[in-house]
């Protein structure tokens, strides 16, 4: 339903089974332990090794995307849950409202929230938006309501489509073609509005707004029978407020925070915005050539944040956790916002 409003997996399996009981042996003797290490000796300079390590590290990926399950942070009174990597996946979860900020590959979070926002079309973005859908069917969960920029709502409903004519599957939802400007109401207490963001492709990023009433200025000095007589006789005596509580930019350069007509995401309670770039070793000019954001754009555009918190998201893969946090508490002594990278992840340069 759309209105117009006026606004001044639980754990992923092992590779080595490093989770089995160990059962109780003889002490091993000193011969023995020379052999082992012959036997890794012997595999020094062997083309299996490199392909052990980056089997233990996509081992490590998909556990860390497993971890969304269980963790998350608790932001101006919301849990915000959430992985997002720049160039390989991005979901951001709002248990609270019930919804998700683009897909990424579709963590199991995410199956249960009714609403989906998607920003733009990138696969790290959308790619995970059928299995979303059909895992909603399989768990007999109601069909979701998918928001999308009105650009893309076609190959949307294609790619639908072609995965409904090749899984001979069901795949029901209410896909919306929401546009800059336009509001939509999610429930009785919350609407969300797109706001104009600037990515190498068409984007737009959301704002989830809460609704309530204020009783208008002119009928505050009146009486409850006096305000329930007006009231009955059809007379509109509440203005609506809505009040910016969290904004999601999605994949964007800064510019979005120069454009006065998206005040309100730079007022949210919450802003979750990206950072992909964060040393000297990527310019400004790189991130922006690649519709992306550097955290020095970010420095730079402070005087203009309003937000309680700013989620970071959105890291380059390149960085480790020293990086990030590092790069984070420059900004820090920049805002009066607390700001909080999302780390799920990424790994310590000693890992």
Known sequence: MQISLTISPSKAPLIFPFHQPISQTPKPQRASLQTHANSVNSLKGSPLLPAFGRAIEDEEYRLARSQVLRKGMDLEGLN????????????????????AFDIGRCPSRAIHQNFLFITHAHLDHIGGLPMYVASRGLYNLKPPTVFVPPCIKEDVEKLIDIHRTMGHVELNLDLVALDVGETYELRNNLVVRPFRTQHAIPSQGYVIYSVRKKLKKQYIHLKGKQIEKLKKSGVEITDVILSPEVAFTGDTTS?????????????????????TFLDEGCSIEHARQHGHTHIDEIIE??????????????????????????????????LSAKVIPLTEGFKSIHA
């Not at 979005?256 to 730079?266: G, Q, S």
């Open 80 to 99: 915000i849950e959430g992985l997002s990597i720049g160039g390989h996946e991005t979901c951001i979860i709002v248990p609270e409202f019930k919804c």
């Open 255 to 275: 510019d979005y925070m120069l454009d006065p007509r998206n005040a309100d995401a730079l007022r949210a309670k919450i802003l979750i915005t990206e950072a």
């Open 301 to 334: 555009n402070a005087q203009w944040i309003r937000n309680k918190s700013v989620l970071l998201t959105h890291f380059s893969s390149r960085y480790h956790l020293e990086d990030i946090r590092q790069a984070v508490s420059k900004l820090q002594s920049k």
